[in-house]
Each structure stands twice: as structure tokens, then as C-alpha cells.
Nanobody, 124 residues
């Protein structure tokens, strides 16, 4: 059974930074891609970033590239999301998810296990 547990969310002022972590349990973590999504109140869940199983390939939502960085530590079975220059519109619940393949894209259907989410609130 795969479990994903996010941490690192909180309240931050605009322009600040946060680093989210997602700790995984279960087998073969290094065989699967991982992704981060977010969902703001009243909005659909949207893709933030993804990383291949090896960590070599990363993809980002076009609007976020340059401010957010995804990384992973396969030995620690953890994926990270470094968020810089945060804006009020980044306020959302952030979810990590395990991809179905070694490299997954932006669609929620490409991911099979999800964490419970961590709240990020950016004040103006």
C-alpha cells in the first residue's frame, strides 16, 4: 500500500518562500514519477510540477516555471517543492501524487495515489 504524506505548508507573506515535502511509503518509489498539484477554493485541481522517476526530467505549469522547483530524494523516498516569490494567488491546498509511469504529465488521470494535502496561504 502506498501512502503519501505532505508537510511544510503554512502562512507566508507575499514574496516569501516555502518548501513542501512529501514522504512516501511502499515499494519501488524510485520506479515512479511524482507530481505536485494544487486546488484553490471553488477551482479545479491544477498541475504544478512533475519529476521523472530518476529525477532527471522535470516539468512545470507554464505560469509557475521559474518560481517553483521540484526535486526528489529516492533514498529518502521524498519529493520536494521549493516555492519562491510566493503570491496571494498561490494560496491553495497542495497535493503530491504518484505517477503511473516513470514520467507523467499534467493530467490528474496520470496519477494513482494522492496525499491528503497541505494548506499554503499567502497573505498580501
Amino acid at each position: 500500500q502506498v501512502q503519501l504524506v505532505e508537510s511544510g505548508g503554512g502562512l507566508v507573506q507575499a514574496g516569501g518562500s516555502l518548501r513542501l515535502s512529501c514522504a512516501a511509503s511502499g515499494r519501488a518509489f524510485s520506479s515512479y514519477s511524482m507530481g505536485w498539484f494544487r486546488q484553490a477554493p471553488g477551482k479545479e485541481r491544477e498541475f504544478v510540477a512533475a519529476i521523472s522517476s530518476s529525477g532527471v526530467v522535470t516539468t512545470y505549469a507554464r505560469s509557475l516555471k521559474g518560481r517553483f522547483t521540484i526535486s526528489r530524494d529516492n533514498a529518502e523516498m521524498t519529493v520536494y517543492l521549493q516555492m519562491n516569490s510566493l503570491k496571494p494567488e498561490d494560496t491553495a491546498v497542495y497535493y503530491c501524487a504518484r505517477g503511473r509511469r516513470t514520467l507523467s504529465g499534467e493530467g490528474v488521470e496520470e496519477y494513482d495515489y494522492w496525499g491528503q494535502g497541505t494548506q499554503v496561504t499567502v497573505s498580501s
